[in-house]
């Protein structure tokens, strides 16, 4: 069993950043691939940015790509998503899901086995 606790979100205008932080449960940490969704009122959870259980290797959506970072310490059980020249279309509820299955899909919700519940993010023009 893995929690997860999503942290960061919050208010920025558009051209600015946050960072969003997922601390997890468990002893089983490292073994987990680790994504973010979001999802914005009146549309479809929507994949953003998932790694590795090793960090090795980052999966992006185009939407967000060369704007936000994935990354994690595993020594620290946490996930983080660093988000740079936010637009008012990023925002939305963002959350935090853990997989352990190595299928290769890390972009359909379906996939993952755990989730948080969510952090607000808000970008204003």
């Known amino acids: 069993q893995v929690q997860l606790v999503e942290s960061g979100g919050g208010l920025v205008q558009a051209g600015g950043s946050l960072r969003l932080s997922c601390a997890a449960s468990?002893?089983?940490?490292?073994?987990?691939?680790m994504a973010w969704f979001r999802q914005a009122p009146g549309k479809e959870r929507e994949f953003v940015e998932a790694i590795t259980w090793s960090g090795g290797v980052t999966y992006y959506a185009d939407s967000v790509k060369g704007r936000f970072t994935i990354s994690r310490d595993n020594a620290k059980n946490t996930v983080y998503l660093q988000m740079n020249s936010l637009k008012p279309e990023d925002t939305a509820v963002y959350y935090c899901?853990?997989?352990?299955?190595?299928?290769?899909?890390?972009?359909?919700?379906?996939?993952?086995?755990?989730w948080g519940q969510g952090t607000q993010v808000t970008v204003s023009s």
């Open positions: 899901a853990a997989k352990q299955n190595v299928d290769g899909d890390y972009v359909s919700p379906q996939r993952y086995d755990y």
């Open positions: 468990g002893r089983t940490f490292s073994s987990y691939a």
